[in-house]
């Protein structure tokens, strides 16, 4: 993170054009940000524009950091929980379980079957809900005033009931522990979910019909922030941004981790790459969220939901490091533990997955008008909380 | 045809609109705070002590273990422990908490300290209306503030309430049981003080915390 | 690929570079290796491209700290006691040069394989903490890598673009050491939190109130 430098500054004419009076061909440096309403938290970009083309582009973070790999280090594998929560802020219950993966790597725990179907529909909910809120910021960041949006927060919304009633929080869920997940689902639950996602296939028509064929989206995001298939390898680009660009890697088809090889689902992939694919892919992931979480629903079984042999307290894994990791909606989703047999963890990493996923904003943006940083922004789908732990 | 897809979205947008007037379904405000929304069962707020009985003071199940002081991510909870003992939900001498304070503004609702609690004493409650003029010793609440009986335990919470009175009508017949034993079979030497043979974390083996002026 | 495996195909194709495997003894059973910073982007090039193995996705990069240790032992000693020599016991105390290390987790994305951990070593934690840059083998150590310059100190040599990215430019310290102290020069909240209190108190003693 830098220092805040000035919003607007002329930078020395550049060679090409200097000696023109006009003001044509001068470097202009802008500041968006750290508070512009499209930059989804406290972002900042500074930006060198050629007039309104993009010449360089430096994303500037950290104005959310607390270190939360410190705090970590200070408390118990159990205390750290509740703080992944508040990493992408919108699937907390996606990171619970990222965390609480990587210490069953760690311990050797085992989890029961009923905890790994709960975990399972939880993880979907979350992802179909962060796809439709994307779409919605996404959309609105192209200046469709919150209609998109607004339609999509309905649906969030009554997906956000669902985890209170079982978890105590809307988004603070806190919910999954080593081993299985902390409390049963309620009584109705199960009937609440399964009408629920009876009605999100008209949802999704909806929300289909409302913006895919849309000429003016299709003209603000076809051909714009073309991420290449190798590029995109090579800069550790995850989860739907990767796949928009046509690499076919899912952890959960990959590490099949947690009971993900029970499921017939599909990985949808993209063709060009650009921001457009990028919003299709979103809207292909729901549906085969939609698939995951039907068959979830229909063959949950009854049993156990924590595996007996964890203990609540004096939780203390032998010696050690282990490193696990998850598709989350934004992308992987990974936590590095090092034990060193105490109560605290010796070393505790989150490896982000949209802080990776910028790495390639200014490559994306290079050469674009500075109104198209802000939707390719939108695309990557990035949120602070986890960017600057 | 150039437009088709706008004008699609526009009908979808015109359909909600006018379905807005019809359907129950999407008309979802509520005018609060005349209207409220039914309370979901397993919300959960900040923390509270859970008393048996009248007598807060006497009932409080909290033995100041020190577990949740301890296990709290943020470190929000301050306990100093009692230099008496008075019994406890279940029958058993033990310490009480002298002083027991709870500092919601750095409190984040992640109920370990309920899970970690061997003595079902701490519970979460429902309560949302908390604003207070006061930032600091407004948002610091005491064990006065903090005990509740369980009653109201079993209004917010009516399955696990039942539950964890189930579990301490379990524990209380066991060591009843236990201790009429014992009196039967020595019925010369005088019956041993219910805490020797304490389950569960002893409380007797914690440090005593150096009295600090707050 | 077991770690001995790419231990030796490496080794076999960089002439003069030492691996060395790190074992790990919890369930999870991720060995690692540890490499030495001279090839090392020699290593993560043939790595990223060497046909069996095309690690083309580096996922995690990361430091640990592990400060220098007083490690006590006890020696057996001839000693002159009252005139005769006797052996006695003594405890030896020796103070470890702690280092800074670097663990690269990669993964391939086109055989859909891994973790391969890579470990990197500074030589010690206070001048000698400088280590080759893998971001030229792979973009996304980019930001991983000025994170860790960031929070533990590490210099990554060839990095295209090493400043710091979560704490400010005008920061001194490397937060995420295991010796740093944090800063009492901040105006603290009034807290019911005692040690915070203090900290507060001595603060204002030294420097005056606020």
């Not at chain 1, 972002?43 to 994303?59: H, I």
């Not at chain 3, 055989?111 to 951990?117: L, S």
């Amino acid at each position: 993170m830098s220092t805040a430098t000035e919003p607007v500054r002329i930078l020395p004419q550049s060679p090409a054009n200097s000696g023109s009076d006009s003001g044509e061909g001068q470097l202009l440096e802008v500041s968006m940000g750290p508070q512009h309403p499209s930059t989804h938290g406290v972002f900042r970009m500074d930006v060198v524009l050629d007039g309104e083309r993009v010449v360089r582009l430096k994303p500037v973070f950290g104005y959310l950091h607390r270190n939360h790999e410190k705090i970590a280090e200070h408390e118990t594998y159990l205390g750290s929980m509740p703080y992944t929560d508040r990493l992408d802020y919108i699937c907390s219950l996606t990171n619970n379980w990222a965390y609480a993966l990587a210490v069953e790597k760690l311990a050797g725990i085992q989890v029961p079957e009923r905890a790994e179907y709960i975990r399972i529909i939880t993880a979907e909910m979350t992802r179909f809900l962060n796809h439709a809120a994307l779409i919605g910021f996404l959309t609105q960041d192209m200046g469709a005033s919150g209609t998109p949006l607004m339609y999509a927060f309905r649906e969030r919304e009554t997906i956000l009931d669902l985890f209170e009633s079982l978890t105590g929080a809307r988004m603070m869920c806190n919910y999954m522990r080593f081993g299985g997940c902390r409390v049963d689902l309620p009584a109705g639950w199960l009937d609440q979910a399964k009408k629920f996602a009876a009605t999100l296939p008209r949802f999704l028509e909806e929300f289909e019909r409302l913006l895919a064929t849309n000429e003016i989206l299709m003209a603000r995001t076809q051909g714009v922030g073309v991420l290449s298939k190798e590029f995109a390898v090579n800069a550790g680009v995850t989860g739907p941004v990767l796949r928009a660009s046509g690499v076919n890697y899912d952890v959960r088809k990959v590490d099949k981790y947690g009971i993900y090889d029970r499921f017939a689902f599909k990985v949808p992939l993209g063709e060009h790459g650009d921001t457009y694919d990028r919003y299709m892919i979103r809207l292909l992931e729901m549906r085969e969220s939609l698939k995951i979480l039907n068959q979830a629903l229909r063959d949950i079984p009854e049993g156990p939901i924590v595996d007996p042999k964890t203990k609540i307290r004096g939780f203390k894994p032998k010696p050690g490091e282990a490193y696990g990791r998850i598709e989350a909606p934004k992308g992987e989703l990974g936590f590095y533990l090092i034990s060193d047999g105490t109560a605290n963890p010796y070393r505790y990493r989150v490896r982000s997955s949209c802080m990776m996923n910028l790495t390639v904003l200014e490559d994306l943006c290079i050469g674009h008008n500075v109104a198209d940083v802000v939707v390719i922004l939108g695309s990557i789908d990035i949120v602070m909380g986890e960017v600057d732990r | 045809m150039f437009g088709e897809g706008i004008l699609k979205g526009l009908a979808e947008t015109a359909r909600n609109f006018l379905g807005s007037y019809v359907s129950k379904k999407r008309l979802t405000t509520v005018q609060y705070p005349e209207q409220r929304l039914p309370q979901i069962e397993a919300y959960r707020n900040f923390p509270f002590l859970v008393y048996d009985g009248d007598d807060w003071q006497q009932g409080l199940r909290c033995v100041s273990c020190f577990i949740c002081e301890k296990e709290c991510p943020p470190k929000c909870i301050i306990i100093e422990k009692s230099t008496d003992k008075k019994p406890d939900a279940v029958g058993k001498l033990q310490f009480y908490p002298k002083v027991f304070n709870i500092d919601v503004s750095v409190c984040m609702s992640c109920q370990i300290c309920v899970e970690v609690c061997p003595f079902d004493a701490i519970k979460m409650d429902t309560d949302f209306e908390l604003s207070s003029t006061d930032r600091f010793s407004g948002l610091l609440w005491d064990k006065k503030h903090l005990a509740k009986s369980n009653e109201h335990y079993h209004k917010i919470h009516p399955t696990e309430a039942a539950a964890v009175d189930a579990q301490l009508a379990a524990e209380r017949a066991k060591i009843a049981a236990k201790t009429k034993a014992t009196a039967e079979a020595k019925p010369a030497t005088p019956t041993p003080p219910a805490n020797a043979n304490g389950a569960g974390p002893n409380a007797a083996n914690q440090p005593v915390p150096t009295a600090t002026e707050k | 690929m077991t770690p001995e495996n790419i231990k030796s195909e490496v080794e076999a194709s960089i002439p003069g570079c030492q691996l060395e495997i790190v074992s790990n003894p919890s369930p999870s059973g991720q060995h690692s290796l540890r490499i030495d910073p001279a090839h090392a982007v020699a290593i993560a090039t043939f790595l990223r491209d060497a046909e069996p193995l095309r690690l083309d996705y580096c996922s995690n990069v990361t430091g640990v700290d592990w400060p220098g240790k007083e490690i006590s032992e006890k020696v057996k000693v001839k000693k002159l006691v009252d005139g005769v020599e006797q052996e006695v016991e003594e405890i030896r105390k020796t103070q470890t040069i702690g280092h800074l290390e670097v663990v690269y987790h990669l993964f391939s994305m086109e055989k859909k394989h891994g973790p391969v951990i890579l470990r990197m070593r500074t030589e010690d934690r206070a001048e000698r903490v400088h280590l080759p840059s893998l971001t030229p083998v792979w973009r996304s150590a980019e930001f991983q890598e000025r994170e860790i310059f960031d929070l533990y100190g590490v210099i990554f040599d060839g990095h295209p673009d090493l400043r710091r990215i979560l704490m400010w430019d005008g920061f001194e310290d490397h937060p995420m050491r295991r010796d740093y102290v944090e800063p009492d020069d901040f105006e603290y909240e009034p807290t019911a939190h005692d040690e915070v209190l203090e900290r507060a108190r001595q603060h204002r003693t030294v420097m005056g109130p606020l």
